[in-house]
């Protein structure tokens, strides 16, 4: 099983989606994780806010400008009328639940479902092109087999477990189509891998699946030396460890989520971060192989508070150092 990965702009407008689904193998069992379409998440982060200061009228009428745009990508997506109806549908569905999250008073549970609306209608709108184009697939909820704990990590046993009774409902099939970014929580409401989360599930369910390679496909080649939003010439990197792309991904490499290498590392599963614009170029490949000593990229992070922190009386002083990190653990925040 491969898993592949299409971010925002890789599915941002009818015509990326035909491209995309191009770029799958017709034989190959594929599990393909969609982010929303680009903008649409920033849109639905708008309406959400709008709803915590209780501005109902422009969250409607943010709400109706996102309802547009999806209209239009139905009337250009789709050839056949039993298809664009069957969207129209998907779309009265998502619609009507952001309204219906827009008559209730603000709280982050609904938020939260609020956020989720960009991947639940990428992916649905995304099937029906398949089976538009005569191609066999199956949506895969997210929401039945992703899941985090209290402390917001993955319950690993309990997405294995789910995502394989899924699988297994449907032997026959090659192509799984499922949402990134959404979740269920502890109090199993609907929640999320927080902003670019697609690329953790993506991981995770590689993972779970002990897929043979995840590919994230996004709007660049690959993992570069730096990063192409504040500095020019840039280059890929044909080769990276699972250490350094973790710690670049970390440190503030925007194309992979802080924390999606480490499921994938685990199982030993490779990573290759490529390109739709540009699907023939190499990208970068992320395995255990170690590759030369020297320095491969630089990452850069914003928002960073540097904490000095002295004490007069450190020697012999056991019990210091907790106590500064029982500081970390209660507010959740985190030493890097
Ligand atoms: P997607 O929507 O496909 O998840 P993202 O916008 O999250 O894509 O990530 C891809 C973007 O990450 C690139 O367009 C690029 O601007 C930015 N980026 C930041 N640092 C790097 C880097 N070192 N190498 C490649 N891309 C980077
Ligand atoms: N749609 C989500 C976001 O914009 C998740 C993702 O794209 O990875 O953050
Ligand atoms: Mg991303």
């Not at 400008?65 to 039993?82: D, I, P, S």
């Not at 660049?220 to 991904?249: C, Q, W």
């Amino acid at each position: 099983m491969k898993i592949m990965k299409f971010g925002g702009t890789s599915v941002g407008s009818a015509e990326r989606m035909g491209a995309v689904s191009q770029l799958i193998p017709a034989r190959e069992p594929v599990i393909v994780v969609l982010s929303a379409m680009s903008g649409t998440t920033n849109h639905l982060v708008q309406i959400g806010q709008q709803l915590a200061q209780a501005e109902k009228a422009p969250a409607a009428s943010l709400t109706d400008q996102l309802e547009q745009r999806y209209k239009q990508v139905v009337a250009e997506l789709y050839k056949q009328e039993a298809s664009k109806d069957k969207a129209k549908q998907v779309l009265s569905t998502v619609f009507t639940d952001i309204r219906t999250c827009l008559e209730q008073p603000f709280s982050p549970a609904i938020e939260k479902i609020i956020l989720a609306q960009g991947e639940l209608l990428s992916t649905q709108l995304f099937q029906i092109f398949q089976e538009e184009q005569g191609i066999a697939s199956v949506l895969l909820p997210a929401l039945e087999f992703m899941k985090i704990t209290q402390d917001e990590e993955p319950d690993m046993a309990f997405i294995r477990e789910n995502i394989q009774k899924q699988l297994a409902q449907y032997p026959d099939t090659h192509l799984f189509i499922t949402q990134g970014y959404i979740c269920r929580n502890a109090k199993n409401e609907i929640d999320n891998l927080k902003r670019g989360g697609s690329d953790y599930s993506a991981s995770l369910i590689g993972a779970a699946v002990k897929a043979s390679e995840i590919q994230i496909w996004t709007d660049i080649d690959g993992m570069h030396n730096n990063d192409p939003r504040v500095v020019k010439n840039t280059y890929p990197i044909a080769e990276l460890s699972f250490d350094e792309a973790a710690e670049l991904a970390y440190f503030g490499a925007k194309i992979l989520h802080p924390s999606s290498i480490l499921p994938a590392q685990q199982q030993n599963i490779p990573v290759r971060l490529l390109n739709t614009m540009q699907p023939e170029a190499a990208g970068t490949i992320i395995s255990s192989k170690r590759s030369g000593n020297q320095i491969k990229a630089v990452a850069a992070k914003d928002g960073i508070t540097a904490i000095k922190i002295k004490s007069s009386r450190m020697l012999l002083a056991y019990g210091f150092l907790r106590s500064v990190f029982e500081v970390f653990e209660r507010f959740k925040r985190l030493l890097i």
